[in-house]
């Protein structure tokens, strides 16, 4: 709270009031909206990288992921083991698996997506694309699995920025 003395009209001062301005109300609101916000644009950067594999379905899901390059070269194969989307909702784990520095040179993608054994999204258990990639700094592959907005139980699209994303 900002501490302010009154001057009466006779130029003399007054007794001393506490009294909070509206510029002090913005920056303080300002502030709280700032921090935050800043929490989720970090988690959001956190999360999406060149490749980013989200766990959609209420399970946790284990597999793998495969990505060969325009030159048939491995750009990518790793294991991934994610989180149910309730988990990660309730703040205990991350439905998602990030990688960067995936994408070498413009062009076709192969990507291959296979879940372990005893892992199913409503019957599927792998899936492949063909993407492509026309900007090395700043395209994103997102993986999604079990999506209720996609038709596919594995899906793949291509974006730019988290916005490209979003449902």
């Given at each position: 709270m900002?501490?302010?003395?009154?001057a009466?009209?006779?130029?003399?001062?007054?007794?001393e009031t506490?009294?909070?301005?509206?510029?002090?109300?913005?920056?303080?609101?300002g502030?709280?909206?700032v921090?935050?916000?800043?929490g989720c644009?970090?988690?959001?950067n956190?999360?999406?990288e060149?490749?980013?594999?989200f766990n959609?379905?209420?399970?946790?899901?284990?597999?793998?992921?495969?990505?060969?390059?325009?030159?048939?070269?491995?750009?990518?194969?790793d294991?991934f083991?994610v989180a149910?989307h309730d988990?990660?909702?309730?703040?205990d784990?991350?439905?998602?698996?990030?990688?960067?520095r995936?994408?070498?040179?413009?062009?076709?993608?192969?990507v291959?997506v296979?879940?372990?054994?005893?892992?199913?999204?409503a019957?599927?258990?792998?899936?492949?694309e063909?993407?492509?990639?026309?900007?090395?700094?700043?395209a994103?592959l997102?993986?999604?699995?079990?999506?209720?907005d996609?038709?596919?139980e594995?899906?793949?699209?291509?974006?730019?920025?988290?916005?490209?994303?979003e449902?």
């Open positions: 900002q501490q302010r003395i009154d009466g009209s006779n130029g003399e001062l007054g007794i506490s009294r909070v301005t509206r510029r002090s109300t913005l920056i303080g609101v502030a709280m909206a921090t935050g916000l800043a644009s970090a988690r959001a956190e999360r999406l060149d490749v980013t594999v959609e379905t209420d399970e946790p899901i284990d597999g793998t992921i495969e990505i060969v390059g325009p030159d048939d070269e491995v750009a990518l194969s294991a083991d149910s988990e990660e909702v309730n703040g784990s991350n439905a998602s698996a990030a990688y960067e995936v994408w070498g040179t413009i062009g076709d993608y192969d291959f296979q879940l372990a054994d005893g892992f199913d999204i019957g599927k258990t792998r899936a492949d063909t993407v492509t990639i026309e900007d090395t700094d700043s994103l997102a993986v999604v699995l079990g999506s209720d996609r038709e596919d594995i899906g793949f699209a291509v974006g730019e920025r988290w916005s490209d994303f449902r």
